[in-house]
């Protein structure tokens, strides 16, 4: 049984996969299309605009990345509601049946050969793309920094409180790009609130992108996470593109520790 139909686009976009930037931009959370067969798994289209879905504001933000620095950059097609391919498979945030207090029909009492339908079809070609890739230009000499681009929603709808933060810096193993771009983030935007390891960390089991892709390989990684309500505006997303690309030159230009 195949989840998609001739008419439903690729897993995964790779825009300017021979990009000469020593980067490489990842983005698990860049669409909220569903299959079309899924029938938006039962939701509601205002649903589906919402950041339970998707990142919103990150797929205008990578683009503009990829082209100031001219890199590459490996986008999901496909919704996290239909798999979260920054979640270990068969984990509980994998294929969520509630996520953010809104219960996800198509998603309920799903057996593990129907999962494994999803994780064939849209997780492991977009994760394929991503390894082809490093393996490719690692072969050619270059150790790219990873850039996972994220966004986050300023309040949880199930509670928590607000969210301060216009962007946070997430790591898990390995800070030794994240430290100092943290401090040159800081210095470059003295008005902003940036947070560390904020909204939440990236030390987390649960994330499956930059563990598996990054520090297996020993590569520099660096995860931002964009406030949505700062970023959902075309005007917005340039802006915050534009902020994070000046602290990213500079830690370019100043090189990346050993
Ligand atoms: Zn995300």
């Given at each position: 049984?195949?989840?998609?139909?001739?008419?439903?686009?690729?897993?995964?976009?790779?825009?300017?996969?021979?990009?000469?930037?020593?980067?490489?931009?990842?983005?698990?959370?860049?669409?909220?299309?569903?299959?079309?067969?899924?029938?938006?798994?039962?939701?509601?289209?205002?649903?589906?605009?919402?950041?339970?879905?998707?990142?919103?504001?990150?797929?205008?933000?990578?683009?503009?990345?990829?082209?100031?620095?001219?890199?590459?950059?490996?986008?999901?097609?496909?919704?996290?509601?239909?798999?979260?391919?920054?979640?270990?498979?068969?984990?509980?945030?994998?294929?969520?049946?509630?996520?953010?207090?809104?219960?996800?029909?198509?998603?309920?009492?799903?057996?593990?050969?129907?999962?494994?339908?999803?994780?064939?079809?849209?997780?492991t070609p977009y994760h394929a793309a991503i390894t082809q890739h490093l393996d490719q230009v690692?072969?050619?000499?270059?150790?790219?920094?990873?850039?996972?681009?994220?966004?986050?929603?300023?309040?949880?709808?199930?509670?928590?409180?607000?969210?301060?933060?216009?962007?946070?810096?997430?790591?898990?193993?390995?800070?030794?790009?994240?430290?100092?771009?943290?401090?040159?983030?800081?210095?470059?935007?003295?008005?902003?609130?940036?947070?560390?390891?904020?909204?939440?960390?990236?030390?987390?089991?649960?994330?499956?992108?930059?563990?598996?892709?990054?520090?297996?390989?020993?590569?520099?990684?660096?995860?931002?996470?964009?406030?949505?309500?700062?970023?959902?505006?075309?005007?917005?997303?340039?802006?915050?593109?534009?902020?994070?690309?000046?602290?990213?030159?500079?830690?370019?230009?100043?090189?990346?520790?050993?």
């Amino acid at each position: 049984m195949s989840l998609l139909s001739p008419d439903d686009p690729s897993p995964f976009r790779i825009e300017n996969p021979n990009g000469r930037a020593p980067i490489l931009l990842v983005s698990d959370h860049d669409s909220n299309r569903i299959p079309a067969g899924l029938k938006q798994l039962g939701l509601p289209d205002d649903e589906l605009a919402r950041h339970i879905a998707y990142d919103p504001g990150i797929a205008r933000i990578g683009r503009r990345l990829a082209e100031r620095f001219d890199a590459p950059m490996i986008a999901t097609g496909y919704s996290r509601l239909v798999v979260d391919c920054n979640r270990v498979p068969f984990t509980p945030g994998s294929i969520p049946a509630v996520s953010d207090g809104t219960t996800v029909p198509g998603n309920e009492a799903l057996d593990d050969s129907a999962r494994q339908v999803r994780y064939d079809a849209l997780f492991t070609p977009y994760h394929a793309a991503i390894t082809q890739h490093l393996d490719q230009v690692i072969a050619a000499g270059t150790r790219p920094l990873v850039v996972a681009l994220h966004s986050f929603t300023p309040q949880l709808r199930a509670g928590g409180g607000d969210r301060p933060w216009h962007i946070g810096f997430l790591w898990g193993a390995d800070d030794r790009a994240t430290a100092p771009m943290i401090d040159l983030f800081a210095r470059l935007n003295p008005d902003a609130v940036v947070g560390a390891n904020q909204p939440y960390s990236g030390g987390s089991p649960e994330g499956y992108t930059v563990p598996v892709h990054a520090e297996r390989r020993g590569l520099h990684n660096i995860t931002p996470e964009f406030r949505q309500d700062l970023v959902s505006t075309p005007e917005g997303a340039d802006i915050w593109a534009e902020r994070f690309g000046d602290a990213l030159a500079a830690l370019l230009e100043q090189g990346l520790p050993g």
